[in-house]
Structure formats: structure tokens, C-alpha cells
């Protein structure tokens, strides 16, 4: 009999949610994230940082929160932390896998120099390093003759609806990269990809200083997370492309 009550006991003080975490280990194993839910693909990861609990509420609550995966992972590590069932190592570990993500991103870039060749990499690129962001920035990415890349950099960063950066600048660093072409990319925190007339100006004014040290800008990127503008795909003359350019 008393066999009989110390087995139930030891089944009992078995955490509910261990069969569920195998469960989930081997649908990943299966298909990764593909016909995952939001909240299971965040609870997947949560699981690594937080092996003795069930992160499945915590998950739920975070998208409530933040609403996407990727908003959860791009927030800063001191409000992660203060985020109830959180706490510093697992605020850090989320931050951790976020930047090994585009870390990863990075090293395929140069170690394949055609990644970026086709538009839609390219967006996915852009929209990956900037489309979070909380403030405007700018970025240039600088290429060879054959739209190669060579280097990416984030040149400025501002408020929520602005961002400043000179035109010496600019050109100095394509100088200094040795590009033949760039493209700019800038991000609105706003999600309203629609340029601006600033946007419109300084794109002419940043086309002609490149112009001027024989370096093209191909393109003009505006990104959020879900969109993008495109300034050559619009039709927005560039004065690269302009008649006088074609004698």
C-alpha cells in the first residue's frame, strides 16, 4: 500500500508541461518553425532560456504585448528584463539569438557576394537591419562595378521622424569603400513608407554629390517591418539616370 502511494506521488510531482516541451522538440525537429504559431515559435525559444517553467503564458503575453516575434526580439534588453516572468539572463539570451540572426545574415553577404542581387533579398536585407528600428535611420550599402557588395554601414541615427546626416559624409565613405555604387536605405519608425519632400531633396542632393566623385546611387530605399519604397522601382528620377548621363 505504501508502495502504491509513493508512486502516484512521484507522478504527481512531475512538472505538467515536460511531455509538452518533447512534443514541441520534435515538431521542430520535424519542420522547424514552419506551421508554427506565433506564440509557439517564441515559446520554442523561451524553452531554452527558461527549462524549468511553462513559457507558454509568458509567450502569449510578450505578442500580446509586442504583437510580432521579431518586435519581441528587437526590444531593449532593460524592458525585456522588467517584463514580468522575464528577468536579466532571459532578456539577454532573446537578444542573443536575435543578433546571432543577423549575424548569420551578415556572413552570408560576403561570403556570397550575389545575396543581394536580386530586389527581393535585397529588401529582406534592409527591412531585417533597419525595419524595427525606433528612430530614423540611414544606411548605405556600397558595391563594386558588378553589384557586388562590398561593405554596409548604418551612417546616422536620429528621432522617431527625423534623421540628419552630411553629404560630406556620404561621399567619404563611399571614397573610403571604394564603391561604384551605393544604395541608401532609410527607415520610417512610423510605418508610412510614403517619401517625403525632405526625402525627395536629399535624394537628388545625395544622387549628385555621389555623382560628382563618379559613384552611381542605384536606389532609394524608405522600409518599415511589413513595407518598403522603392525610389528607382517608383520611377523617381535619380540624375544617374538623367539624359545627359547617356551621351
Partial sequence: MAFKEQTQNTVKEQPLHA??????RQRFQRSGFDGMLDYEVLETLLMMLLPRKDVKPLAKKLLMEFHTVSEVLEQPIERLEKFPGLG???AIGLKMINAASSYCLHERCFRNQHLLQTQEALINFVRMKLGLKRFESYMMIFMDPHHHVIEYKV??????????TYLRNIVEMAMYNG????????????GVCTPSPEDLRGTVAISQALKNIGVILIDHLIVT????FSFAAHGLQLIHNSGEDKE
Fill in 19 to 24: 511531455g509538452h516541451r518533447e512534443r514541441m
Fill in 155 to 164: 551612417i546616422a541615427e536620429g528621432t522617431v521622424n527625423h534623421v540628419f
Fill in 225 to 228: 517591418h511589413d513595407e518598403y
Fill in 88 to 90: 536579466k539572463s532571459s
Fill in 179 to 190: 564603391a561604384s555604387e551605393v544604395v541608401l536605405v532609410h527607415n520610417h519608425p512610423s
